[in-house]
């Protein structure tokens, strides 16, 4: 009797097993799958791949990456979203750390107005509600010719960040604040050589999320450098690509630059990834 339930439990947990690792595998296709025919797309002619014919290319033009480099003018792009992203990311996470450190650790009067005001911020859509608000803010400042204006406005939109920095704080005991105190630190030091080096782990998660987020704005970026397209993004100079000469539509150099576009991503993941995984264990842990 007792091998008998063994062995049905035995039974159902190698059923269990095969089904999550099914679903892992079906999410990990439907996932990777686009990623695969935007990268044989980018390697194929225009006719073969609005066609269809083939899943492999019959030819294999790796010179559309040059094509595409060329055309859409990648180098200065490529720098302008490296500024946009890493000045926003820099940016983001100071302005949130010093933020979500003020109200986890101290009480002034409109606390609960603040936090609620961070939230509210989460269900409005910067391109859709306030793009030309903040548009005229910045003719008003003088910067909507420049990235600074972009750069300004997508700082401000951190909640998401500030939120997730909350949990990080609240975890950090605050009898280090104290024992700091004592040792004769102040306010800023605490926040600037305890609290901050603890929270590298979080940091390196945010930041990829900052950056990711920085690098694939598209609307924003637009509206900003019509009257100046030597400061459109990555983003917005890969629509550059989709005719080319005689208005023909170019979709393999589009492929072409969307693979190069994706490159520094994946570098910053690749860095982040330590973090990214220290935090999951922790969390896991606790």
Sequence with gaps: MTSMKSGGFLGNRI????????????????TIFPIIM???GSVKTNAELTTGATLLPSVWK?????TAWKQANFAQFTWNSLFISIIVTIGTL????????????TKFPGKRLYVSLQASTMFISIGAVVLMPQFNLMV???LNKSLWGVIIILISSHAVIYFMLIGFFK???KDLDEAAYIDGCNFFTVYWRIILPLLRPALGVTALFTFRGAWNEYILPLVFTMTNPKLQTLTVGLANLRYGIGAAAEAHLMMAGACLS???ILVVYILANKSFIQVTAGSVKG
Aim: aromatic share 18%; glycine share 4%.
């Design 15 to 30: 059923i269990g097993h095969s089904i999550k690792w099914i679903f892992l595998i079906a999410i990990a296709f439907f």
């Design 38 to 40: 935007a990268m044989l």
């Design 171 to 173: 975890a950090i005991p």
């Design 62 to 66: 790796f010179s559309n990456y040059a």
């Design 94 to 105: 100071l302005v949130a750390t010093m933020s979500a450190y003020a109200v986890d650790r």
């Design 140 to 142: 008003k400042l003088g």
């Design 262 to 264: 994706f490159l520094p």
